[in-house]
Each structure stands twice: as structure tokens, then as C-alpha cells.
């Protein structure tokens, strides 16, 4: 088995919770242990496979006559239902999370052209066989394809170094665009990592936090709500405080939060600061080797229909990413990942696809028109 997970080193507020709802966690300090974040489910995610629909004539029979061609014209076939089909969405694509491992770099330009992604927010991610991306790496990919990748700071800890040095380093350096997901709540995956808790008012956030507010990027919260337990309602308490605090400051759930469309049509609904990136809400993290309860928004190919008819009232508020992490995400999976989700907002009206395919990302990282 390969080596994918990224090693966290934590600092005492990390609270590592052990199963336990005893005593309600809080922001107890705890020695500085080493974490793991675990593969999403996409490493056992299907892997699209190749389309064999197209047959070929064959080359071995005789020719066949061919009927005269008739004057009439061929009977028109009306589609069971009377609603214009629908083609998959067109447009300009923004990839607003995604990760990098060195294997990657030499293909992610390529992979988006072929998926038509216009740019990615990207970040290093995990460390594979080929070790890490450093932040020099990744603004040297940035700088050689202008306009395609808008570097993220790294929030996790590691082998990267003291994450408070790495992140003064970050943001001292120029080039960053963004601020990559910050891990509030983590579940165990299996027997490779445990849960992660930094609660919001922990320092290790709130350094984070502050370097987003000075640069005015929106700050990603990866929260796992599903799988959160005991702690989840302190940490969605813990959440509305913040969108209250900070008027004026986005703050987006990665992976939706792991939440169903009540929940997220109720945050939506009662503050103006918080949207959603859609990684991880398709039918191929599912069914996963850790039980993950990662929210599905799809009905089939399709967006369900609760879902779809929140993304159009609330239009401004989702943003479309796709959170590629391990090094074989990076290939036909991601193409298969946004070939799916161009189908999903080909059914939605065309303002909408265009914002959160785009245009909210474009105007939340300040980022220029795709178009
Ligand atoms: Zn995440």
C-alpha cells in the first residue's frame, strides 16, 4: 500500500476525541500527538471507465445493397416526455479546491484542458512516493502556466515544518491566491487516521483565520457534520458564531459539510456569509471504505430535485470544486468527476450553471472573468 497520507503534527489545542462523548469535548489541551488525514472515497471510488458504446462498422462482410433512397422524409420520433433534452454545460469551469502530490504537476494542465477547466485553486496536498509539494513548487507551477492555477496556502501540518512558521512563511511569499480547506472536524478512517477536532476558537484556526480576513479570501472549513457525533452540535454552534462575528467574511463548507439540503438551506437561509464547495456530493464517494457519510446530491446522473431546486434559489451561494487529493485521483476520475457535473448543471438554467461553475468563485477569490 502505497504511503497517503499526509502527516499532521498538532499543537496542544488539537483535541483528538477517542470515541467518547463523555464530558462534552471542548478545547482541552492535549500533548502533541501525529495525525494522519486518510484517502477520501475516492480512492475506492468507481473509476469511470472507457466509453465502449461506439462500435465500428465491420470490414468482413460483403457489401450489402443499399434501398433507394425514399422521397419521404423519416417519421419523426417524439421522446417520451415533452422536455427538450439536455446538453451538458459548455461554459468556463473553476476548480475552487484541489490538491497536488509532484506526480501530479505534469499532468493537471493537461487533465484540465481535456475536462475544459479554466483554472484550479490548488494546493499541495498529501505526501506520496515522491514526497511533497513545497510552497517554491507550487508558485513555480502557477508562474509557468499565467492565469491557469492560483496557488492556495497549505493549512495542514506536517512534514512541511512549524505550521505557524509555514504559514507566516505562506503569506509572506507572493503568488498565493487563496487559503486551502482548514481541518475543523476530521472523522477516523479506519486504522489510519483518528478524528481531528480544532475547534474554531483554538489558536491554530485563528491564525489561519486572520491571515484570510487580512487578504479578504474566503475561508474553507472542512467539518465532516455527519460524521461529527458528539461534538456536532457544539461545532455547528461553534460555526453560526463565526458567520455572526464576521459579517462580512465568507466562510464555505467544503464537501458540503457533509450536510443534507435542510440543513444547508437553513445556514443559506438565515446567514449571508456561508457557501458550499461541491466536492465529494457525487455517487462515487458514496460507498467508501470508511463509512463516510458524504452528502449525495445526485439522483442517478442526475442533481435530486431537493437539490436543485435550492442551487436555483440560492444560485450565489454553491461553488463548484472537486477536491483531487492522491495521486490517481489526477487522471480518469477527475475527467469522469467533471464530465458528470457538466451533465448535473446542464439541466439547471443557464445564469445559474454559470454561477457556481464560475462566476461566484471568480467574484469571491477576486479572481477575472472567465469570460
Ligand atoms: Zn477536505
Not at 499541495?124 to 496557488?151: A, C, K, N, Q, Y
Not at 439540503?261 to 458550499?276: K, P, S, T
Not at 458528470?340 to 445559474?352: F, H, K, T
Request: proline share 12%; charged share 15%.
Amino acid at each position: 500500500m502505497k504511503q497517503r497520507w499526509i502527516v499532521l503534527a498538532v499543537t496542544a489545542s488539537l483535541v483528538l476525541v477517542l470515541g467518547s462523548c463523555a464530558g462534552a469535548p471542548g478545547p482541552t489541551p492535549a500533548p502533541a500527538p501525529t495525525t494522519l488525514e486518510a484517502p477520501p472515497s475516492s480512492s475506492t471510488a468507481p473509476t469511470p471507465t472507457p466509453d465502449t458504446t461506439h462500435t465500428h462498422p465491420s470490414t468482413s462482410q460483403p457489401p450489402v445493397p443499399q434501398p433507394t433512397p425514399s422521397p419521404t422524409p423519416p417519421p419523426i420520433i417524439h421522446p417520451p416526455s415533452s422536455a427538450p433534452p439536455v446538453l451538458p454545460y459548455d461554459g468556463p469551469i473553476i476548480d475552487a479546491h484541489s490538491q497536488c502530490c509532484p506526480e501530479n504537476l505534469g499532468r493537471i494542465i493537461q487533465l484540465m484542458n481535456q475536462a475544459g477547466v479554466t483554472r484550479t485553486i490548488l494546493s499541495p496536498g498529501v505526501t506520496s512516493p515522491r514526497g511533497i509539494v513545497t510552497p517554491e513548487d507550487l508558485i513555480s507551477f502557477s508562474s509557468s502556466h499565467p492565469g491557469r492555477i492560483i496557488p492556495a496556502v497549505l493549512t495542514k501540518i506536517g512534514p512541511y515544518g512549524n505550521y505557524y512558521q509555514l504559514l507566516e512563511k505562506q503569506m509572506n511569499m507572493d503568488g498565493f491566491g487563496a487559503m486551502a480547506e482548514f481541518l475543523v472536524y476530521h472523522s477516523r478512517k479506519g486504522d489510519r487516521a483518528p478524528e481531528i477536532i480544532v475547534y474554531p476558537e483554538d489558536r491554530q484556526m485563528q491564525t489561519a483565520l486572520n491571515y484570510a480576513l487580512g487578504k479578504k479570501w474566503p475561508f474553507i472549513i472542512h467539518i465532516e457534520f455527519a460524521a461529527a457525533g458528539c461534538p456536532r452540535n457544539e461545532l455547528m454552534t461553534k460555526l453560526k458564531a463565526l458567520l455572526v462575528q464576521y459579517p462580512d467574511q465568507p466562510f464555505v463548507l467544503i464537501h458540503m459539510g457533509q450536510l443534507d439540503h435542510a440543513a444547508v438551506r437553513q445556514l443559506i437561509e438565515a446567514y449571508g456569509n456561508i457557501y458550499f464547495i461541491t466536492s465529494s456530493s457525487t455517487p462515487a464517494y458514496a460507498v467508501n471504505a470508511f463509512n463516510d457519510r458524504w452528502t449525495n446530491m445526485f439522483d442517478g446522473s442526475h442533481l435530486s430535485a431537493d437539490w436543485k431546486q435550492l442551487i436555483i434559489e440560492h444560485s450565489d451561494r454553491f461553488i463548484l470544486g472537486f477536491d483531487m487529493v492522491w495521486v490517481e485521483d489526477w487522471g480518469p476520475f477527475y475527467l469522469g468527476q467533471v464530465r458528470l457535473w457538466r451533465e448535473a448543471i446542464g439541466g439547471l438554467p443557464s445564469e445559474v450553471a454559470h454561477a457556481i461553475a464560475h462566476r461566484n468563485a471568480e467574484r469571491l477569490w477576486h479572481l477575472p472573468p472567465s469570460e
